[in-house]
């Protein structure tokens, strides 16, 4: 099977509008939103849950009020100001370090796994196996819970015997990318032509270059600014990797989101969905 994660170097390129496309051309697949901070791929895949997994990183930690003799040690050592003069420690403001849990004298400090959030098995509106999962407000380690993911898209294709993994991946550069990327056979880059754009398209080839993952871009709302657009090129160019496609910018893509669509379904012959059948075909 092979492996195809669409990421970007900021959001809002129009990645995820693109992963759907893509799924929707796409035969005999699965599909893998890695975007765990803020997943939405599945407003546009409407995918039914079929099965829901717990995902347990990091230590939680309460303080027993029976036995806590109030002392105030574990304030004193708590950098985050996660305990209260109550002596009840904030989920959200606890770092999960465990300072408190060892100072305690009267061993009042209690600790547990940390759920992190959950992820899914699901099927797509077209019969599609999906894994998509949801990280809790505040937590960390979304890394992680990308590496899950991929770790259970890779087993359902090999049930299915299905020929690619599409993977949304997360915008950015940081560690949940690095996860997203690591091992893949292809990066399909979505740009736009703007400053932010082009700053962080030049840090994503860079990450890329790092993972020695084979990269293409895409410019998304390629008409919005020429000069940005004949920049990009150049980036492409200097940097020996291929832009396969200029996409221009149209308000029937937004029309076809608001109905919870993809163009692909809304308007299969409008340019700009012939454009997306040629970059599958460029992928594949």
């Given at each position: 099977m092979k492996q195809i994660t669409i990421i970007s170097g900021k959001g809002g390129t129009g990645k995820t509008t693109i992963t759907a496309c893509l799924a929707q051309l796409a035969n005999n697949y699965v599909v893998a939103d890695c975007d765990v901070d803020a997943a939405d791929l599945h407003l546009l895949l409407n995918p039914q849950i079929l099965t829901k997994h717990d995902f347990y990183s990091g230590k939680g930690y309460s303080i027993n009020q029976e036995t806590c003799t109030k002392c105030g040690k574990c304030q004193e050592i708590c950098r985050y100001e996660a305990i209260s003069n109550e002596f009840i420690i904030d989920p959200i403001s606890c770092d999960g370090c465990g300072a408190c849990f060892h100072v305690c004298p009267t061993k009042a400090v209690s600790e547990t796994d940390n759920l992190a959030g959950e992820y899914y098995i699901s099927t797509t509106k077209n019969n599609r196996a999906m894994v998509h999962a949801n990280l809790h407000i505040a937590e960390d380690n979304s890394g992680k819970l990308v590496a899950q993911v991929r770790k259970e898209a890779k087993e359902l294709a090999t049930q299915i015997n299905a020929e690619y993994i599409l993977i949304d991946g997360p915008p950015g550069i940081g560690c949940p990318v690095n996860a997203a990327i690591v091992g893949i056979n292809q990066a399909i880059i979505v740009t736009e032509p703007t400053l932010s754009g082009i700053h962080d398209l030049k840090r994503i080839i860079e990450v890329t270059k790092h993972f020695?993952?084979?990269?293409?871009?895409?410019?998304?709302?390629?008409?919005?600014?020429?000069?940005?657009?004949?920049?990009?090129?150049?980036?492409?160019?200097?940097?020996?990797?291929?832009?396969?496609?200029?996409?221009?910018?149209?308000?029937?893509?937004?029309?076809?989101?608001?109905?919870?669509?993809?163009?692909?379904?809304?308007?299969?012959?409008?340019?700009?969905?012939?454009?997306?059948?040629?970059?599958?075909?460029?992928?594949?």
């Open positions: 020695n993952v084979p990269a293409k871009v895409i410019i998304n709302k390629s008409d919005i600014n020429a000069q940005n657009c004949e920049t990009i090129q150049d980036i492409c160019v200097s940097e020996n990797t291929e832009c396969i496609a200029e996409l221009p910018y149209d308000k029937i893509i937004i029309e076809a989101l608001i109905e919870g669509k993809t163009i692909i379904e809304t308007q299969p012959n409008h340019k700009i969905s012939v454009l997306l059948q040629e970059i599958w075909e460029n992928i594949k």
